[in-house]
T-cell receptor, first 113, second 115 residues
């Protein structure tokens, strides 16, 4: 298995909703990442988990809450989002924190209404 | 602050032609330079990567040229095909410490290969 699987593929949520994005990999990668990508822009790093511990938070608003339950799973909990948070949310993994060659998932297209 | 500058923003090339995308960086601590290909609705996929101790790397129709003194690197797509139509991102990263391997992306180049 050489994939990073993200669910759901599409999500529409209201500004008062609570939802979660899920990411899963079974490549034995020990570093996992959340990126946000707006249309026609490059991905921007949000969070890095290294060996299931949060190691980088790029000053992301608290309405985004990451969680790494185990070495294969990464969640992003969403609460009280704003319309400007609408974007493609990408999960990625690498073999270790020194891992070259990130593997990205296909992303979750999030629309906040 | 854009640490990796990519050009052009868009590119149209005829089938069989050569696509050339350029990137420039300022941070001399960068030591890993990957290129990613992204199709609409998909995540970026690693295409090819290079480290500063190598001046050129070729994989199939894709070649990275690296100029350490000029702090520039480029992607050449030889014999471009319509299936190569996608957005291409260059990226760079510094040696990770305990925290993780953060990629800094260029702005992206939308390539359209006309049949």
């Amino acid at each position: 298995d050489t994939e990073v699987t993200q669910t759901p593929k599409h999500l529409v949520m209201g500004m008062t909703n609570k939802k979660s994005l899920k990411c899963e990999q079974h490549m034995g990668h020990r570093a996992m990442y959340w990126y946000k990508q707006k249309a026609k822009k490059p991905p921007e790093l949000m969070f890095v988990y290294s060996y299931e511990k949060l190691s980088i938070n790029e000053s992301v608003p608290s309405r985004f809450s990451p969680e790494c339950p185990n070495s294969s799973l990464l969640n992003l909990h969403l609460h009280a989002l704003q319309p400007e948070d609408s974007a493609l949310y990408l999960c990625a993994s690498s073999q270790t924190i020194y891992g070259t060659g990130y593997t990205f998932g296909s992303g979750t297209r999030l629309t906040v209404v | 602050q854009q640490q990796v500058k990519q050009s052009p923003q868009s590119l149209i090339v005829q089938k069989g032609g050569i696509s050339i995308i350029n990137c420039a960086y300022e941070n001399t601590a960068f030591d890993y330079f990957p290129w990613y290909q992204q199709f609409p609705g998909k995540g970026p996929a690693l295409l090819i990567a290079i480290r500063p101790d190598v001046s050129e790397k070729k994989e199939g129709r894709f070649t990275i040229s690296f100029n350490k003194s000029a702090k520039q690197f480029s992607l050449h797509i030889m014999d471009s095909q319509p299936g190569d139509s996608a957005t291409y991102f260059c990226a760079a990263s510094i040696p990770p410490k305990a925290a993780g391997n953060k990629l800094t992306f260029g702005g992206g180049t939308r390539v359209l290969v006309k049949p």
